[in-house]
């Protein structure tokens, strides 16, 4: 039987009850929005396949419970989790200020080397806002993570955000692949091997362009 | 003397004749005329003497004549003078007769022209009176001096040239008189045409007030007059709604109209001007379902128009009959009735529904007040319940859609007692256990089981504004609102509830959904309790409401088990097998792995579902596993597949069966979800266990070891197994067991394509 992707990669959603995850996922995969909040009870994920320097590319993305008391649930998917968006909400300085507890969070029950993005999610309600652009490449800097802000209501960086980490991902498989040949067809997921942490310097660049 | 004179005195005379013949012939001559001179000397003689005698007398005679003669001429003097004397003394006497005669004929005239005079006078006052009337409009009056002039007066009064004037002046004044009453008429009708709303409007609240009329406020009303000095009903006011209306240009009308003998005309022309001005009312002058107040100037001008009319019919003088008024009066209502029908049927606002409600209610009772008869209203009233009923529903869909919208679908969590509190209050729940625990409590429910359950006791609250005053019984109106009530739940909340779930619900709110309907149900018992609580008549509780939303449970549950499908469907495209690996991995593909664990964690979190709804989830999600697998073993676009490959798939085939084996849910048969593996599982024994000799044996018998196994399926698989075999030793040689192998398999394939074909044909 023909595949159907060339990669499988599996990506999590984190961050606080009501930053938008949901709404991230809903507008990757469907491309549309709705304004009501439902909080995610538990886990779920969407498919979607992309295309990705002519490779079929198939994102598992995870979403997750921002609430505590799912906890116990989300955590275990850390582990198979090739992919990490960390998601805050500009409008709430309190769910920029957690980002660094899942930060811990991933550290203790993620793969050493998951790759990592901050997304500073509902950029669109400037009048709100309150954690600024600045403080949030400046967390992200801290912790050499690549970081964007998003609005999923009108569809800025979304899609940007998730290519981005794909990108990455893919990268640093087929460096992985290289390294150890005969390479395992698409079984991302059994990556380990301890990976340099990537040079900051390539993602800065590349955030400028926003 | 000759003979011819002879012969011609011959002729005349015979004696004288012959004697004159014989003288002549004879001789004699000298003798006869000597004789003859004789004879004429006597004669002289004679006359001489005779005149001497008369001579003396005669002269006598002549002096005696002239003597007369001169008295004659005395006597003519004396005669003249008398004359003269009397002509004189006569002259005066004359003149004076002639001027007393004539004074005489002035005196006589003036006598007649006075007595003439003296019968004109009242004619003519009567007329100027009659003037005057007809001025001042007082026309009744003024026909009866008319009549008086027409009949009394003008004929005792001679032949004048004024008084046919007048005569023929006469039918033009009565003519006018009749268009100035007509004229009047009109006027009347037209005021009474503005009146007639005020007039109803007066009826309905004092029908109104009569119906809200208790001891109390009977009490209160006196008490009110009395602290503001009023005593008793002397107010100003008319107190009969007609006597807003004066009638007296119509009675004058009448009035004028009998005397001028066209008293029937008259009562034709007012019914057929009043039947008009009655099609006119009937017509609403704007849209009646815009707003209450048209509603009710419309009802008021028709009730006013015939509260009107019946007045009439007692104090009209025959100006409206019965059978008229009736006759009218049920054209109108029918009209009536199929106005409002119209319109209301267009009402979508409930308020003005009800408010329109209450103003036909009056309007009945105050027809029935002036005994008129209602009959199609009432069937209105119920049609317009019917309506009613709809609108009202059509309202709370929004309302429930809103709800359901704008509902997160998650228990509804209490952070201290006073919120917990306010659940208690607006939901009958059995809060015993929950009492116990520490805040946050959480209710097993979301928060649109409260929210709906609120609303439907608003929508029969709502609902029985509308059967208030419609004189039914508390028990008739309890089975209505019971009725209406299942029909908002069972028929309006479902449809929302479809309609909820024509768009993707994750799993958890489709859970919760189910959950929330269960709940509902049961306080549907509490609302028959309200109802009957409200309406004041017995409990009812043998209409079962079970299961009011049964369908709309089992849509939840079907969208559940179709979400569950999918996500399976969803992890199985992941899968990446490698068909023609050698060896297995050891451990169960990942997209499996992935895939219990997240369907594990689904049900776990589905533990609020009814049972039913679980094992029904976890059966289509299992079954919908060992499909798939199956599917893909029997995939014709995978050519070949290795022993390493089956291995794998058996492997992770027995992760699925641990995780069916396992109980995922409670209310399972021992073992019931492992058959959906069996017919899996019995191909991957039967190749995989190369037992092909037991198959070919037990093949068609009951209960065999590999009775799921179809020829077909065996020999499909077989042909991969072959295929991959045939490629990884393509370049080597064959050893004695492997021939012997390829040997048995190529006689087992002809073998089952042989029972294909038997079973084919």
Redesign the interface.
């Given at each position: 039987?023909?595949?159907?992707?060339d990669y499988?990669l599996k990506l999590l959603l984190i961050g606080d009850s009501g930053v938008g995850k949901t709404s991230i996922l809903f507008r990757f995969s469907e491309d549309a929005f709705n304004i009501?909040?439902?909080?995610?009870?538990?886990?779920?994920?969407k498919?979607r396949t992309i295309d990705l320097d002519g490779k079929k590319v198939?994102l598992?993305i995870w979403d997750t419970a921002g609430q505590e008391r799912f906890r116990t649930?989300t955590t275990?998917y850390y582990r198979?989790s090739m992919g990490i968006m960390l998601v805050y909400d500009v409008t709430n300085e309190k769910s920029f200020e957690n980002i660094k507890n899942w930060i811990r969070n991933i550290e203790e029950n993620a793969s050493a080397d998951v790759e990592k993005m901050i997304l500073g999610n509902k950029c669109d309600l400037d009048s709100k806002r309150q954690v600024s652009k600045e403080r949030g490449e400046q967390l992200a800097i801290e912790y050499q993570i690549k970081f964007v802000e998003t609005s999923a209501k009108d569809s800025l960086n979304v899609e940007y955000a998730f290519f981005t980490l794909a990108r990455d991902i893919k990268a640093k498989m087929e460096k992985k692949q290289e390294a150890s040949n005969p390479a395992p067809?698409?079984?991302a997921?059994?990556l380990r091997a301890n990976e340099q942490q990537r040079k900051p310097t390539s993602w800065l660049s590349r955030c400028s362009l926003l | 003397m000759t003979n011819a004179t002879i012969q011609e005195i011959e002729g005349i005379d015979d004696y004288w004749g012959p004697a004159f013949r014989s003288v002549y012939e004879g001789e004699g001559h000298e003798a006869f005329v000597q004789q003859l001179d004789e004879r004429i000397k006597q004669h002289d003689k004679e006359i001489e003497k005779l005149c001497n005698f008369h001579y003396q007398g005669f002269i006598d005679s002549i002096r005696e004549l002239l003597q007369v003669r001169s008295h004659a001429e005395e006597l003519h003097a004396e005669i003249s003078n008398v004359d003269a004397n009397v002509k004189e003394a006569t002259e005066s006497l004359c003149t004076g007769a002639d001027e007393l005669i004539r004074a005489r004929r002035v005196e006589l005239n003036i006598a007649a022209t006075i007595e003439k005079m003296e019968l004109c006078l009242p004619l003519l006052t009567t007329y100027s009176k009659l003037k005057t009337q007809v001025e001042a409009k007082r026309y009744y009056p003024a026909l009866k001096t008319l009549e008086q002039l027409e009949h009394v007066l003008l004929p005792r009064v001679g032949p004048y040239k004024w008084c046919s004037q007048i005569s023929s002046d006469i039918p033009r004044l009565r003519q006018s008189i009749q268009d100035a009453s007509m004229a009047d008429l009109r006027d009347f009708l037209e005021n009474i045409r503005k009146l007639s709303p005020q007039v109803g409007a007066m009826a309905l609240k004092q029908t109104q007030e009569m119906l809200g009329r208790s001891l109390a406020s009977i009490v209160k009303n006196k008490k009110d007059m009395a602290v503001l000095g009023i005593t008793g009903r002397d107010s100003a006011g008319p107190q009969c709604p007609h006597e807003l209306v004066d009638f007296s240009p119509l009675h004058r009308c009448l009035h004028i109209h009998s005397v001028l003998g066209a008293k029937n005309d008259f009562i034709q022309y007012y019914r057929a001007q009043r039947k008009q001005q009655a099609r006119l009312v009937l017509i609403p002058s704007g849209n009646l379902h815009d707003s209450i107040q048209s509603v009710k100037n419309y009802l008021n001008a028709v009730l006013g128009f015939f509260i009107l009319e019946e007045y009439l019919l007692s104090a009209g003088a025959g100006l409206v009959s019965k059978d008229w008024l009736l006759d009218t009066w049920s054209m109108a209502i029918t009209k009536v009735a199929s106005t409002l029908r119209t319109n209301t049927s267009l009402i979508t606002d409930p308020t003005l529904m009800l408010s329109v409600k209450h103003q036909i209610v009056l309007f009945i009772n105050t027809l029935k007040c002036y005994g008129l008869p209602t009959e199609p209203l009432p069937l209105l009233l119920q049609e317009m319940a019917e309506h009613y009923t709809e609108v009202l529903m059509q309202r709370w869909v929004v309302v429930f859609r809103d709800i359901l919208?704008?509902a997160?679908?998650?228990p509804v969590e209490v952070e201290n007692q006073e919120q917990y509190d306010g659940v208690m209050d607006t939901f009958p729940y059995d809060g015993e256990e929950l009492e116990m625990q520490p805040f946050p409590r959480k209710f097993p429910f979301s928060s649109i089981v409260p929210a709906v359950y609120v609303q439907v006791k608003e929508f029969i609250y709502a609902w029985l504004k509308y059967s208030a005053g419609l004189g039914l019984g508390g028990s008739r109106r309890a089975a209505a609102a019971r009725h209406s009530a299942s029909l908002l739940l069972s028929r309006s909340f479902t449809g929302c509830l479809s309609a909820l779930f024509r768009r993707p619900i994750?799993?958890?709110?489709l859970t919760q959904i189910i959950v929330d309907t269960k709940y509902l149900e049961d306080a549907t018992l509490y609302l028959y309790e309200f109802i009957s609580n409200i309406t004041g008549s017995e409990l009812v509780t043998t209409q079962a409401a079970g299961s009011m939303f049964q369908a709309a449970r089992d849509d939840a549950e079907q969208q559940i088990c179709d979400k569950l499908e999918k996500?399976v469907d969803?992890f199985l495209?992941?899968e990446?097998?490698?068909?023609l690996l050698v060896e297995p991995t050891g451990q169960a593909s990942?997209f499996v792995a992935?895939m219990l664990?997240?369907l594990s964690?689904?049900l776990t979190?589905l533990e609020q579902l009814p049972e039913r709804a679980r094992v029904a989830a976890v059966r289509a999600a299992t079954n919908r596993i060992a499909t798939r697998l199956r599917n893909?073993l029997l995939?014709p676009?995978?050519k070949q597949i290795s022993s390493g490959a089956l291995h794998q798939l058996d492997l992770d085939v027995i992760q699925c069966e641990q995780f069916a084996a396992g109980e995922p849910v409670p209310g399972l048969k021992e073992g019931e979800l492992l058959e959906h593996f069996a017919s899996l599982r019995q191909l991957l024994d039967l190749v995989n266990g190369w037992e092909w000799s037991s198959y070919l044996h037990d093949i068609g018998k009951e209960g065999g070891k590999y009775a799921l196994v179809t020829p077909r399926d065996a020999a499909t698989l077989l042909e991969k197994l072959k295929e991959a075999e045939q490629k990884s030793s393509v370049f080597t040689v064959l050893k004695k067991n492997e021939r012997d192998r390829r040997k048995l398999l190529d006689t087992v394939l002809k073998q089952l394509k042989q029972l294909q074909n038997q079973d084919g044909s």
């Open positions: 039987m023909a595949k159907t992707y499988l009501s909040f439902i909080s995610t009870i538990g886990i779920d994920f498919i198939k598992q649930i275990a198979g067809r698409s079984g997921h059994q | 919208d704008n997160p679908f998650l994750p799993l958890m709110q996500k969803e495209d992941l990446n097998y490698d068909w990942s992935d664990s997240y964690g689904v979190s893909l995939d676009a995978v």
